[in-house]
């Protein structure tokens, strides 16, 4: 069974710092796909970023980019220029890819809340 | 495009009383899912559906029901309500099996007395 952990429950930055947010899964799979979702206040589930486990190259947005370590079943996220909008509970995920495709079962880890001082 | 749409927003149930969550996309997705969420727990998935007709259970299933007669519609029904069914219940959907983003809805958040 996959696992997805999130080891920082809180973490703060000030407005325009950059921050890392860790995030570390267990898997025997080859191909996956790896997500940052975002949960402001509002509660809606937001798409920030998504990474091929095929890929090297690591996928970036705007101000969101990941480290994806494949081999360290590893994936972080790091928000450049941070604004006091990206205040929010921060989740990875994790999705097995089957014989047809994505698998479209999403595994989350428990999320980091992100707080973003001005 | 309205997107995902749940109905209600907020409910109030007590124990043993039954009730439907709705759940509806009109993106033509053929992929819809149900997830809770509890704190300290991200999100877990109930049941999913890839497709009209078809369902499956996902990694806590007990105590729900699906069926998906339409493309456009996954209700979550709820049996016999129970306190440990308290919770913030998200439905999503995905078009694409090449890169399985989903699209989630506002969620339902329900108190079970």
Request: charged share 15%; hydrophobic share 35%; proline share 4%.
């Amino acid at each position: 069974a996959q696992t997805v952990t999130q080891s920082q429950p809180e973490m703060s930055v000030q407005e325009a710092e950059t921050v890392t947010l860790s995030c570390t899964y267990d898997t025997s799979e080859n191909n996956y796909y790896l997500f940052w979702y975002k949960q402001p206040p509002s509660r809606q589930m937001i798409l920030v970023i998504r990474q091929e486990a095929y890929k090297q190259q690591n996928a970036t947005e705007n101000r969101f980019s990941v480290n994806f370590q494949k081999a360290a079943k590893s994936f972080s996220l790091k928000i450049s220029d941070s604004q006091l909008g990206d205040t929010a509970m921060y989740f990875c995920a994790f999705m097995k890819q089957g014989d047809g495709g994505a698998t479209n079962k999403l595994i989350f880890g428990t999320g980091t809340l992100l707080a973003v001082q001005p | 495009n309205a997107g995902v749409t749940q109905t209600p927003k907020f409910q109030v149930l007590k124990t043993g009383q039954s009730m439907t969550l709705q759940c509806a996309q009109d993106m033509n997705h053929e992929y819809m899912s149900w997830y809770r969420q509890d704190p300290g727990m991200g999100l877990r998935l109930i049941h999913y559906s890839v497709g009209a007709g078809i369902t499956d259970q996902g990694e806590v299933p007990n105590g729900y029901n699906v069926s998906r007669s339409t493309t456009e519609d996954f209700p979550l029904r709820l049996l016999s309500a129970a306190p440990s069914q308290t919770s913030v219940y998200f439905c999503a959907s995905s078009y694409s099996i090449v890169d399985g983003t989903q699209y989630f809805g506002p969620g339902t958040r329900l108190l079970v007395l």
